[in-house]
């Protein structure tokens, strides 16, 4: 038959234009459930046979010999149908060609029974249809459906890993569940693998295609990494537990807090502070261990480590090697220190450094329980602060061109750049001679500056340089050395000094010398024809020379072949004379000095000073003025004579004697 039906269609003529459809129904039910599909036909032409292949899918299963033709439209037509390949075909034909009854109505039924995919399936056919000439005849097809009725659940949350956390305390993670059903969902229970999981709620509805958040808390009371799971029990098609949408896992690492804290501490740089070490341990620890490496700027107090009252009954341990410190707590009867938060011990550092923030962290640590574990769960670095004060000055401080007969003093300013006060205590110098006229020691505020007044007292001729050196509590600098210089010379200096005696005038040339002097030499200007010059009774056999070495300037050359030295060490050593008839030329003259040379009588050339320039100022004595000088009492012979034989003239008016001055008794 199924041959004669493909022979049929084949050898069908081209298609007549004309309405025939074939349709099918919708129908609907729920999981391995058995429904009865209706397929109608409306024919505008005669319909001797057909042909539709219905596809099915996976989800449907074709009831086999479950496909009736309707009696009514049946004309001595037969119905064939099977299933392969998930789809359902389906022939209607007669053997004598006749056309099917009537116009429309249903043609055949057929029977499918459900799977547990819930979802609308469509129903749909290709067909072909043939005339009563045996013609193709044009057709159509209304589609139909199959929706399968049923929640579906879905657990959109695999795991929840909660990871790893301290015991004795409550931790919530949210599980996903979807319905992916097309009715609603009855969740009845939620059952847990272990009992620190719970729930606060265990029955929930949650509608097609909608999600709903179930809240898991979990309260863990004992450490150790758990693996446990979720089961949601419901009305879902899928909820057997052979399907495992119904399964979630549960993953957590829970710890007991066993902590190890250092607590921060701050002070001034050369003080003494207490570092604590603080302990938060849910378990009974019989003893610990911890090691730094310790900041050159925190000092270790050997024996300064003690136990404190959490730890009554333990010892404590502590060495140093290198810059690693290492404290060991102990108890020689195996004490727990009992489950708290506190201070466990303590130990000392010196602060010996600049302001900044130095961190101890924790290393090699441990928490020991009574079977002899490490317990430690976590362990908390700290910082100390260290606030210091900060020496800052300059590193040279030059006195410069000093006298070597006296004392000279200079300002040297000390800042503190720190954050606390700097105490200057003691200020040395490398050499004698040095002292420090400020009295010590000082205290500076932060950020500013004072001075100290030193004082130097040379010994020696030519360059001096020194080290002056500042103690001070700047941790970094306990010394700042100052380098300290001068130029230290032996005073020794000429000047000019005029005098008028009568009518004549007198230009000295004063050496006040430091140095012993063995000759000098200069050059002078200004100096009018004189009448004489010579020198003074400082020198001890000396010669002078006075030579012009241009139109208005002399060189003076003092000298002594034995090289003698000057006597004494200031007053004239040349003297210029100017009598009455030449004075006059000087009075009004700008003289000046130049190219001093002072020859020591070993050590060569010394320096001096030259002399001033200054205006010569010629004022001979008045005849006629009148000195109010009182004339000895007695008026004898013997006195007048005494008077004459001293160069005065004494007049007489009244009561007063008065004497007339410049004039010279011969």
């Given at each position: ?11 069908l ?8 459809t ?9 999981p391995r459930?058995?429904?009865t599909?209706?397929?109608s036909?409306?024919n ?9 292949a ?17 009696s009514?439209?049946a004309?001595?037509h037969?119905?064939v149908?099977?299933?392969t ?15 099917l009854?009537?116009?429309?109505g ?22 072909v ?9 044009e ?5 139909g ?12 949350t695999?795991?929840?890993d ?13 599980l ?7 009715e609603?969902?009855h ?11 719970s ?29 446990e799971?979720?089961?949601l ?7 057997p537990d052979?399907y495992g949408?119904n399964?979630a896992a549960?993953?957590?690492d ?23 070490l603080?302990m938060?341990?849910?378990e ?7 090691s730094f490496?310790?900041?050159k700027q925190?000092?270790?107090i ?20 290198n ?14 220190v009992?489950?708290?938060d506190?201070?466990l ?5 010196r602060?010996?450094?600049a ?21 430690v769960s ?11 004060p ?5 590193s040279s ?14 300002t ?8 606390v ?11 004698e001679?040095?002292r420090?006229?400020?009295p ?17 007292t040379?010994?020696?001729?030519g ?10 509590n700047?941790?970094t ?22 005098e008028?005696k ?18 000098v030499?200069f050059?002078?200007?200004g ?18 020379v006075?030579q ?15 090289n ?14 100017w009598d ?11 003289i ?6 002072l ?5 060569g ?15 001979p004595?008045?005849?006629?003025s ?18 004459l034989?001293?160069?005065k003239i004494f007049?007489?008016?009244g ?12």
């Amino acid at each position: 038959m199924r041959r004669f039906i493909i022979f049929l269609l084949s050898a069908l003529p081209l298609l007549a234009s004309a309405t025939n459809t074939l349709s099918l129904s919708s129908v609907s039910g729920h999981p391995r459930e058995t429904l009865t599909v209706s397929v109608s036909l409306a024919n505008d032409d005669a319909i001797t046979a057909l042909q539709a292949a219905i596809p099915l899918g996976e989800h449907l299963q074709y009831v086999t010999n479950s496909a009736l033709l309707n009696s009514t439209r049946a004309n001595g037509h037969s119905l064939v149908a099977s299933a392969t390949d998930d789809t359902l075909r389906v022939a209607v034909f007669s053997l004598t060609q006749a056309a099917l009854n009537g116009n429309e109505g249903e043609l055949f039924t057929f029977q499918v029974k459900l799977g547990n995919e819930p979802a609308t399936y469509p129903l749909k056919a290709e067909t072909v249809m043939t005339g009563t000439n045996g013609q193709a005849l044009e057709s159509n097809t209304a589609n139909g459906s199959l929706t399968l009725l049923s929640p579906k659940i879905e657990v959109v949350t695999k795991s929840l890993d909660y990871g790893h956390i301290p015991i004795r305390a409550n931790y919530t993670k949210t599980l996903q569940v979807r319905n992916a059903g097309n009715e609603p969902l009855h969740i009845s229970n939620v059952i847990f693998s272990a009992s620190e999981f719970s729930v606060t709620e265990t029955a929930y509805t949650i509608a097609a295609g909608e999600t709903q958040n179930i809240v898991i808390t979990f309260a863990p009371t004992v450490h150790g990494a758990i693996s446990e799971t979720v089961r949601l029990r419901s009305d879902a098609i899928n909820d057997p537990d052979v399907y495992g949408a119904n399964i979630a896992a549960l993953i957590a690492d829970p710890f007991s807090v066993n902590e190890l804290r250092v607590q921060s501490a701050s002070g001034i740089s050369d003080d003494t502070v207490t570092v604590r070490l603080r302990m938060n341990n849910m378990e009974s620890i019989v003893g610990a261990q911890v090691s730094f490496k310790m900041p050159k700027q925190l000092v270790f107090i050997p024996g300064s480590a003690v136990p404190l009252s959490r730890a009554e009954g333990h010892s404590v341990l502590s060495t140093m090697s290198n810059d690693t410190l290492t404290l060991l707590l102990y108890s020689p009867t195996n004490t727990p220190v009992a489950e708290e938060d506190g201070d466990l011990l303590s130990f000392r550092v010196r602060l010996d450094g600049a302001s900044g923030s130095y961190q101890l962290a924790p290393k090699n640590t441990m928490l020991i329980n009574a079977s002899h574990q490490n317990m430690v769960s976590a362990v908390y670095n700290a910082y100390v602060s260290i606030q210091s004060p900060t020496i800052s000055g300059n590193s040279s401080l030059d006195f410069g061109h000093i006298r070597i007969d006296q004392p000279h003093t200079e300002t040297y300013s000390i800042r503190n750049n720190g954050q606390v006060p700097l105490t200057v205590e003691r200020v040395t110098f490398l050499s004698e001679g040095l002292r420090v006229l400020t009295p010590l020691p000082i205290e500076i505020a932060r950020y500013t500056s004072q001075n100290i007044e030193v004082e130097i007292t040379p010994e020696k001729e030519g360059a001096f340089a020194t080290t002056m050196q500042v103690y001070s509590n700047d941790p970094t600098a306990r010394m700042k050395s100052v380098s300290l210089t001068a130029d230290v010379y032996e005073p020794n200096s000429l000047s000019f000094r005029e005098e008028t005696k009568g009518t004549e005038y007198h230009l000295y040339v004063d050496l006040d010398n430091y140095s012993e002097i063995a000759g000098v030499q200069f050059d002078v200007t200004g100096l009018t024809p004189w009448t004489s010059y010579a020198l003074t009774s400082r020198a001890n056999g000396h010669q002078i020379v006075a030579q012009p070495i241009d139109e208005n300037t002399y060189r003076v050359i003092l000298f002594a072949f034995s090289n003698t030295t000057l006597s004494g060490h200031e007053g004239a050593v040349v003297e210029w004379i100017w009598d009455a008839g030449s004075a006059n030329a000087m009075n009004g003259q700008l003289i000046r000095m130049e190219n001093v040379v002072l020859v020591h009588p070993s050590k060569g050339n010394r320096k001096a000073e030259s002399a001033d320039p200054f205006t010569a100022s010629y004022t001979p004595s008045d005849p006629t003025s009148i000195d109010n000088t009182p004339f000895p009492s007695g008026n004898s012979s013997e006195e007048a004579s005494k008077i004459l034989r001293d160069g005065k003239i004494f007049i007489l008016r009244g009561d007063k004697t008065y004497t007339l001055q410049g004039q010279e008794v011969r």
